[in-house]
């Protein structure tokens, strides 16, 4: 078998490592296409590979159809956004993911853009605490779960909304479950947003619930872009100087928030919130497990199309 890892976005040298253990072992032939600069390259790697592992690289019809013996792609992470499902399925192609592998070190990151924008950030100027604040939960997958206890640590005040989740499995988290996410942006001090992108979510958080956040609220996006309306943003903070935005991931109009509004805007250089070893080599590995098992036991658990 020959299997692709390709990362325009590399991982830790140690989760390749680990990569190449797994596939050692089962005899099986291990290529890295890493920063490739152009998508001709990744038409060109995929040429005659059985198994491909990618991060957010973009897979489309286009890569499916210059690659005749591909039989499963594995994305390493959680959203599988950037892989079109339905082309996968008309080549025959079985997608996986690896979820929660990485949901810690995400966590962790929505936890640094907090106590960064609580601390005005890190003007010298006297800022303000999490302890006793609300965090709101918008969705309650692996990610904001683990979120949900970091921050209970720091004595935050945790809600959820999750219309999939039962307030049950919420609850015994010690989060608050909430039956409408509307409410959840009124009454916390900081929202996160855990939506996976799809149809019903692209531009969800708009400027018609974003206006009514409480005043001081900070909003967190380590999910996708494309959630949030760009122009809602724009518009709550130039009419809203308590607002904050802190984002993983930035967009086309990032650069131009950060210059007008520099005080309440914080983006990351590069969405960052899985680039850690722990992460990598956890979601690394799963990949390559997962398709050692899809070929020798015909195991799809993790199958999302
Ligand atoms: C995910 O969906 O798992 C995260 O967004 C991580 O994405 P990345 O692998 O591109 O860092």
Redesign the pocket.
């Known amino acids: 078998m020959k299997i692709l890892v390709a990362?325009e976005?590399p991982f830790a040298p140690a989760a390749v490592d680990s990569i190449r253990e797994v596939f050692t072992e089962a005899g099986y032939e291990l290529r890295l296409l890493e920063k490739y600069p152009s998508r001709d390259d990744l038409l060109a790697a995929v040429a005659d590979v059985d198994a491909l592992i990618v991060?957010?690289d973009k897979i489309d019809g286009g890569v499916m159809s210059a690659a005749p013996n591909l039989k499963i792609v594995v994305?390493?992470?959680?959203?599988?956004d950037?892989i079109n499902l339905a082309d996968a399925t008309s080549h025959g192609i079985v997608v996986e993911?690896?979820p929660g592998?990485?949901a810690n070190a995400?966590a962790e990151l929505v936890i640094g853009m907090m106590v960064y924008m609580a601390r005005g950030k890190f003007n010298g100027k006297p800022g303000t605490e999490l302890k006793g604040k609300k965090l709101g939960l918008h969705a309650y997958g692996n990610v904001p779960r683990n979120l949900a206890r970091i921050a209970q640590g720091f004595g935050m005040e945790v809600f959820a909304a999750d219309p999939f989740i039962s307030a049950e499995d919420i609850e015994k988290d010690g989060v608050t479950s909430l039956d409408n996410y509307e409410a959840m942006y009124e009454m916390c001090d900081y929202v996160s947003l855990h939506l996976p992108l799809v149809d019903s979510t692209r531009r969800l958080i708009n400027y018609r619930l974003l206006r009514t956040m409480k005043p001081g609220a900070t909003l967190l996006n380590?999910?996708?872009a494309e959630v949030v309306c760009e122009e809602g943003i724009k518009m709550m903070l130039a009419e809203r100087p308590d607002f904050k935005f802190a984002s993983?991931i930035s967009s086309g109009i990032s650069a131009e928030l950060v210059e007008r509004f520099p005080a309440n805007v914080y983006f990351t250089p590069k969405?960052?919130?899985?680039?850690t070893k722990e992460?990598n080599v956890n979601?690394g590995k799963a990949a390559a497990t997962q398709i050692v098992g899809f070929f020798t036991e015909g195991d799809t658990t993790f199958k999302v199309n």
């Open positions: 990362t976005k991060r957010s994305r390493a992470g959680a959203g599988y950037n993911n690896t592998q990485n995400v380590s999910a996708r993983d969405k960052m919130g899985a680039q992460a979601s």
